[in-house]
């Protein structure tokens, strides 16, 4: 088992920058990549950015490229999700979550690459 805790949303204005967290614990060795996802009111969970653990190698999505920076403390066991430039439409609650198999890159923009899931951290951005 691997337990998730995020930490880091908010509410800020449009322009503005949040710096999330997340906490990983338990069973953490051998993990291959931790993700990013966010989901809004009546829409679904949307991949937004991955790390993988032991190379560092970062994908994102289109929408976030260029605003948003994933990046890990392998001491911590913590990864970050840096985002700046936030606009409106970035408001959902942010996931993170932990992939322990050495899923393909592809595959790690889906939801059902990853094992283990945090309880989420909700983002507004106000226009």
């Known amino acids: ?7 880091g949303g908010g509410l800020v204005q449009a322009g503005g920058s949040l710096r999330l967290s ?16 966010r989901q809004a009111p009546g ?16 994908y994102y999505a289109d929408s ?6 994933i990046s ?6 913590t990864v970050y999700l840096q985002m700046d430039s936030l606009k409106p ?7 993170c979550a932990v992939d322990t198999v050495a899923t393909s890159v592809r595959a790690l923009r889906s939801a059902g690459a990853y094992d283990f899931w945090g309880q989420g951290t909700q983002v507004t951005v106000s226009s």
């Not at 829409?43 to 970062?58: L, N, P, Q």
């Not at 976030?64 to 920076?69: A, E, L, P, Q």
């Not at 439409?89 to 996931?95: H, I, L, P, Q, S």
């Open 89 to 95: 439409e970035d408001t959902a609650v942010y996931f």
């Open 43 to 58: 829409k679904e969970r949307d991949f937004v950015a991955t790390i993988i653990w032991s190379a560092g190698t970062t």
């Open 72 to 77: 890990r403390d392998n001491a911590k066991n």
């Open 22 to 37: 997340c906490a990983a614990s338990g069973r953490t060795f051998g993990s291959a990549a931790m993700g990013w996802f």
């Open 64 to 69: 976030v490229k260029g605003r948003f920076t």
């Open 1 to 7: 088992q691997v337990q998730l805790v995020e930490s």
